[in-house]
């Protein structure tokens, strides 16, 4: 493992334990040239994800991109880091095991709505504004006159 400090190619693992999650080992690593100290985290991946975009670009399925969106929709929320890391690990999860190689976005986005209606209404709402291309009140209005029967028949 490379330091991110001084960019050494040695390091040692100092303590390693499971993620409180368990779907990740988080590991305590100090660099041997700059004595730094950092956390690695090794998850558990069961097959590369290509993600295919609206236009037919693929790329590489990114974590972070996923984990970005959910901390963007719940930023200010009052949910526990904990909780976004556990859904976003769970989204994966659901991706990999659907046997599929070519995930489309609709797909992620899909998942990332399910799971985001069940945390938190208004993070839920932020994430549909963007993943259903809101443009106008009208889109909101409709939308949250939607959600909101959904809400009385629960």
């Not at 994800?49 to 009052?78: I, Q």
């Amino acid at each position: 493992m490379r330091c991110p400090f001084c960019s050494h190619d040695d390091t040692q693992v100092k303590d390693s334990r499971p993620s409180e999650d368990n779907a990740a080992i988080r590991r305590r690593r100090e660099c041997t040239h700059c004595d730094a100290r950092f956390t690695t985290f090794e998850r558990v991946q069961l097959r590369e994800l290509t993600v295919v975009k609206v236009d037919g670009r693929r790329e590489t399925f990114e974590r972070d991109k996923l984990m970005r969106s959910l901390k963007l929709a719940l930023r200010r929320r009052p949910v526990d880091p904990d909780v976004i890391e556990r859904t976003a690990s769970d989204i994966i999860r659901h991706l990999e095991l659907s046997g599929e190689a070519d995930v489309t976005t609709k797909t992620i986005g899909e998942y990332a709505m399910k799971a985001l209606s069940g945390i938190d209404p208004v993070g839920y709402v932020r994430y549909a504004s963007v993943y259903k291309n809101f443009h106008e009140v009208k889109d909101y209005t409709n939308f949250l006159g939607a959600l909101e029967k959904n809400y009385k028949k629960a």
